[in-house]
């Protein structure tokens, strides 16, 4: 049992197809070769029982029921997302982790994290330039060349 539409847009593809077959071919070329018609109509037999199969199961009960199925289970997860944000948000956890984030930007704002970064880049920079000094220790000056000696007359 068929759609009267299916039937109706496969005549009319049908009519669009230009394959050639025996009696279009110039010269009988397909007369020379029996099996190229029964090929040529196989193909069209099938590409027909492709087309056929892929509405069916475009139009299938089952494919609309797939296709709601997946719309309901989209919806759903949509809402359990939505809902686990707004449980998170109102969460014991995410009641401390705003307190505990309001308490660091006061001692941030009050400059007592900030005392302690400067504190810690002193140290820091301290302790590297001490290691320059002795790295710097562990080098032995280079010898500078005596000076130019003045020519002196030879002596006889």
């Known amino acids: 049992m068929t759609d009267p539409n299916i039937d109706n847009l496969k005549n009319e593809e049908r009519l669009k197809i230009d394959i050639p077959v025996e009696e279009d071919m110039p010269g ?13 109509e196989e193909f069209k037999r099938l590409g027909r029982q492709f087309g056929d199969t892929v509405q069916a199961a475009l139009n299938s009960e089952e494919a609309r029921r797939l296709e709601s199925e997946l719309r309901a289970g989209m919806r759903s997860f949509a809402d359990e997302v939505e809902r686990a944000f707004h449980d998170a948000k109102s969460s014991p956890t995410a009641t401390r982790v705003k307190e505990e984030a ?21 140290s820091g920079l301290r302790w590297l330039s001490t290691e320059f000094d002795r790295l710097a220790n562990q080098f ?14 030879p002596t006889e």
């Open 28 to 40: 009988g070329a397909a007369k020379s070769s029996p099996m190229g018609t029964d090929l040529v």
């Open 140 to 153: 032995t000056p280079a010898q500078t060349p005596p000076p130019p000696a003045e020519k002196q007359p």
């Open 102 to 122: 309001t308490g660091m930007k006061e001692r941030v704002e009050t400059g007592d994290v900030a005392r302690k970064a400067q504190e810690g880049v002193v």
